[in-house]
């Protein structure tokens, strides 16, 4: 079958490779028929994630159709059209009992991450040994394990484009907003305008927040959110300080603040190891930003991906303001059932972010411009299926 692999930084080649077959009583193997580039991914694109090696499969957020099953399998059948969840729960441990799946205790068998962090994260699909090593969707095929926990159905009148989002960005935007509490009233800013930034402010919309900051540099990608969502407000950080125009533009402050940008954007962008061993650097700039802005008593939260240490954290503006402060990977398991019926009743509609579609052949290229957020040409990339 053919696969996106990672070759190392900057290098991503579309292979053949050995089909994945079931080989545990609980796996599903999918014929994958819509797969994602993310800005996770592109932690991998940068060579900043340690674990990664030649020839390692790529791709965690896709769909497709249950080609075969192993015989535990009970909730799908050969035929079913279905969305894969990015993080793999075992939905028997102590975390998944809580509905914490992405903290399931059992999914990834890496030593590294709990050397690192004393801590285990559930194992991703496609992604760093880190976590789990397990292989990625963006392949003709892909081995779901825990079929019955991992996958969710998918009604025949809704296309790939509008569920193939369920799998990562979608819940990760209601994740943001659940973790900064956001409901009727309140004034929430979000860093960072890619796919993630830009559907949490849909899904802030959705919520009834007042009104909705999105702060990036990329123009394009801020004038294009605003075309997609009515009554948008934007910061380009480019032109103007992002702390200056909050001020400028709140009277207190956002009641929540959530960061979707991610480690990797960081000024002094040192890898995850370099981190771990605390050398100088300081990954907190934009997580300062949020607490400096946000409202005495208010809320952060935090999706883009931090990895390892910070040492410039003002935890004492934090501690002083009152903050809450929650992250987090998504458990997107808790949320996909409530937002397909959202999506069905036209109350969110992820596929505002989608603008480029390809082949699976073409995922070098589909990564660059991704990574580029344009074209050769300069026209806008915002997500690609
Ligand atoms: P992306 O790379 O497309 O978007 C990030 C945006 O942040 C870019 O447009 C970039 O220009 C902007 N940015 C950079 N510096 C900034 C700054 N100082 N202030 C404001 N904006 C800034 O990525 P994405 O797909 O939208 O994902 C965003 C983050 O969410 C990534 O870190 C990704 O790993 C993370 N993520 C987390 C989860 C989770 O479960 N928590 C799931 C999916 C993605
Ligand atoms: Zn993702």
């Not at 960061?259 to 954007?265: L, N, Q, R, T």
């Amino acid at each position: 079958m053919l696969a996106a692999e990672w070759h190392g930084a900057k290098s991503i080649k579309v292979n053949s490779r050995p089909k994945v077959l079931v080989t545990d009583p609980d796996d599903v193997v999918l014929k994958v028929t819509s797969t994602c580039i993310c800005g996770s991914d592109l932690h991998l694109y940068l060579g900043v994630m340690p674990g990664m090696h030649s020839g390692m499969s790529l791709g965690h957020e896709f769909m497709g159709i249950v080609e075969s099953k192993g015989p535990n399998v009970k909730n799908v059948k050969a035929g079913d059209r279905v969305v894969s969840s990015f993080d793999i729960a075992c939905g028997q441990c102590f975390f998944c009992e809580k509905g914490s799946y992405s903290a399931c205790d059992t999914t990834n068998n890496s030593e590294v991450e709990g050397m690192l962090y004393g801590h285990k994260t559930a194992g991703f699909h496609g992604y760093s040994d880190l976590t789990g090593g397990w292989e990625g969707g963006q392949a003709e095929f892909a081995r779901v394990p825990f079929g019955d926990m991992n996958l969710l159905k998918v009604p025949d009148n809704l296309t790939d484009d509008e569920v193939v989002l369920l799998s990562d960005v979608l819940p990760t935007a209601w994740h943001a907003c659940e973790l900064g509490f956001v409901g009727d009233g309140d004034i929430v800013a979000i860093w960072g305008a890619g796919p993630v930034g830009m559907l949490a402010a849909h899904c802030a919309k959705a919520r009834g927040a007042a009104r909705v900051i999105l702060i990036d540099n990329v123009a394009d990608r801020l004038s294009f959110a605003q075309a997609k969502i009515p009554g948008l407000e934007v910061i380009d950080f480019g032109k103007e300080k992002t702390l200056d125009a909050l001020k400028r533009m709140t009277e207190h402050g956002p009641d929540v603040c959530i960061e979707a940008v991610g480690f990797h954007y960081c000024k002094t962008m040192l890898s995850r190891i370099q981190m771990a061993l605390k050398l100088e650097t300081d990954p907190s700039e934009i997580l300062n930003e949020l607490i400096y802005s946000c409202r005495k008593a208010g809320r952060i939260s935090i999706v883009g991906v931090y990895s390892g240490f910070t040492n410039g954290l003002n935890i004492g503006a934090f501690m002083e303001k009152g903050l809450c402060m929650r992250a987090g990977q998504t458990p997107v398991q808790k949320y996909w059932h409530a937002l397909l019926k959202m999506i069905q009743e036209k109350k969110l509609d992820p596929t505002i972010v989608i603008t480029h579609h390809m082949p699976l052949a073409e995922a070098t290229r589909g990564y660059k411009i991704f990574n580029d957020k344009k074209e050769e040409n300069g026209a806008l990339v915002q997500k690609v299926v």
